[in-house]
């Protein structure tokens, strides 16, 4: 899948750079180029849920939390733990997660990182920073959020009915979630989405929310009418 959105993608005073390794497609940006030390933790990463799965072949296809398991990988327990919260299937996590986890590997080497994986962000800066809504079935583009530093690290995760191949049971253009973790934001913006079928549900967006802990900020658009709760700022880019 091209992501073209990453050419313009390059947070000030930083180094940006591409991972890829089978269905996990990074874009990061540090301090400087970290590529062999993000391919190592994309590496680790990957072999720890690939070898839970081998285990437990139902967890890559699940809808519905999974059971607590004291022998997962700490990976694979966090999946698990957002899911049981937001009641969706682990695998809802698992860019956010993946995201999250290289983010905070690479901080050993750079005090400043951003990772992206396929839309779902970790971001750990210094500085505040902006990042793009880009609905394909809206005319509601050319907006973004600005991230304030007293917000990091924060994940910034979405979904979306009509973009990518992800299965969504809502019909919403765009789910963007504010959450301190990324693995959790990227299970509460399915967990969101699956609701969201006509521009009426925006209305019940405070009530959505409140049934999931932890959110910081939602914005929603579905057609042409967006809906925002908690602290979100939006921007013209």
């Given at each position: 899948m091209e992501r073209s959105y990453r050419k313009i993608s390059n947070p000030k005073g930083l180094v940006s750079f591409e991972v890829t390794i089978k269905q996990t497609d990074l874009w990061i940006s540090a301090k400087r180029d970290l590529t062999n030390e993000a391919r190592d933790l994309v590496f680790e990463m990957r072999a720890h849920l690939e070898s839970y799965i081998l285990r437990h072949p139902r967890f890559r296809s699940t809808l519905l939390p999974w059971q607590e398991d004291p022998f997962a990988p700490p990976l694979v327990t966090e999946m698990i733990k957002a899911a049981q919260k937001l009641g969706v299937g682990p695998m809802a996590c698992i860019a956010g997660a993946i995201a999250e986890k290289v983010g905070e590997g690479l901080l050993r080497w750079s005090d400043e990182v951003v990772v992206e994986n396929g839309g779902d962000i970790y971001a750990n800066t210094k500085r505040p920073l902006i990042?793009?809504?880009?609905?394909?079935?809206?005319?509601?583009?050319?907006?973004?959020?600005?991230?304030?530093?007293?917000?990091?690290?924060?994940?910034?995760?979405?979904?979306?009915?009509?973009?990518?191949?992800?299965?969504?049971?809502?019909?919403?253009?765009?789910?963007?979630?504010?959450?301190?973790?990324a693995c959790y934001a990227d299970g509460a913006a399915t967990a969101i989405c699956n609701i969201m079928n006509t521009p009426r549900d925006l209305n019940l967006l405070n009530e959505i929310v409140a049934r999931f802990e932890g959110i910081i900020g939602v914005v929603v658009i579905v057609g042409n009418t967006m809906g925002c709760w908690g602290n979100v700022k939006l921007i013209k880019l």
């Open positions: 990042v793009g809504l880009l609905p394909q079935k809206s005319d509601l583009s050319g907006l973004g959020l600005k991230i304030e530093t007293s917000l990091m690290p924060l994940g910034i995760c979405s979904s979306s009915a009509t973009i990518g191949h992800s299965y969504s049971e809502g019909s919403a253009d765009l789910v963007t979630v504010l959450a301190k973790s």
